[in-house]
């Protein structure tokens, strides 16, 4: 049976989801309501492109070459485990074409990943999104529980990890709270690297044509000087910070 899934867009050329050069499949579907989300255009999944896993595999093809042993592909959203069945389907047809697979989810619903879907899937890019539960409630709409079990699973099995974390002023950028998740971070002992990524605003125009209320449009991106604190404490528990 050829799986179907809903695609907000491809990125043939991707460089910043996973190693190397990578082919980077957003899907359409989320759960979360992240104040600082540049893509809310993708959460409605119904809204994207409904397409067979078989035709998206055989565009994946045509850049194997490109690809293999340089890069991988990476699915992203959205939230990708909004539609695990294509996931898998998709992930298992790249390691038959012994391509590099990269997951990038909030963990969210890392329940819905089964362990075929694991077993397909050689990085998790894991975006803990707060670490503060009432305050991860505030940025997301959603709760912090079910990302940390999400984590402790990967942990248990192995599974290599980029921890991923926006940093927003005023929002994300409590040091105390990101001192316990740098911790939290360590004990796992399969976090690989952890990315900081400064907050940006090129979302707040997809917002603002969807008629959604942007909170963060006073809100600028973190200066130079926050960024470096914040991966200098991730690298102060043993974490290489980027």
Request: charged content about 25%; some cysteine; proline content about 6%.
């Amino acid at each position: 049976m050829d799986v179907e899934g809903y695609i907000h867009s491809v990125v043939t050329g991707g460089g910043v989801d996973g190693p190397g050069l990578r082919f980077v499949v957003f899907l359409s579907g989320c759960r979360l309501r992240c104040q600082y989300c540049h893509n809310p255009d993708s959460w409605i999944m119904q809204d994207g492109k409904k397409t067979p896993v078989s035709e998206l595999l055989h565009e994946i093809s045509d850049y194997k070459e490109f690809l293999a042993g340089k890069g991988g592909v990476t699915a992203s959203g959205g939230e990708p485990l909004a539609q695990p069945d294509f996931i898998k389907a998709l992930f298992q047809g790249c390691k038959a074409m012994g391509l590099h697979t990269a997951l990038d989810t909030s963990g969210f619903l890392g329940a819905d990943a089964d362990d075929d879907l694991l077993k397909a899937t050689d990085l998790v890019l894991l975006d803990i999104k707060h670490f503060d539960p009432a305050q991860y409630e505030v940025v997301t709409g959603g709760e912090l529980a079910p990302t940390l079990k999400f984590a402790e699973r990967l942990a248990e099995i192995k599974k290599p990890v980029w921890l991923r974390y926006v940093l927003v002023p005023g929002l994300t950028d409590d040091t105390d709270t990101i001192e316990k998740l740098a911790a939290y971070a360590r004990a796992l002992g399969n976090v690989e690297r952890v990315e900081v990524l400064p907050f940006h605003k090129m979302g707040e125009p997809k917002w603002e044509a969807l008629g959604y209320g942007y909170k963060l449009k006073g809100t600028e991106p973190p200066s130079p000087d926050l960024t470096a604190k914040v991966r200098t404490i991730f690298w102060s528990h043993g974490l290489p910070a980027v």
